[in-house]
């Protein structure tokens, strides 16, 4: 990988918000994953990204497509987003 692409793409991770896991964001992980039927780790991701008022998450791992909590999910490597 070019030098100044690895280095753009690590400044381009200070732009991202980071979410320190708490015991709500986790009860509300727990929550979506019985009520969704998803993993417990796919939940806490969701309740960590409802916690800062995302509207999409990019995942390969749930639905495409799918909305839960009023997030859009979007898998990159789905033919329809390529």
């Known amino acids: 990988m070019d030098k100044l692409l690895a280095k753009t793409i690590m400044h381009n991770f200070t732009n991202m918000e980071t979410v320190q896991v708490n015991i709500d964001i986790i009860e ?7 009520l969704s039927k998803i993993s417990f780790w796919d939940g806490l991701i969701i309740a960590s990204a409802e916690y800062v008022k995302c509207s999409v998450i990019i995942s390969e791992d749930l639905n495409d497509g799918q909305t839960i909590r009023g997030m859009k999910i979007m898998n ?7």
């Open 76 to 82: 990159p490597f789905s033919r329809e987003n390529l």
């Open 28 to 34: 509300q992980g727990i929550d979506i994953s019985i």
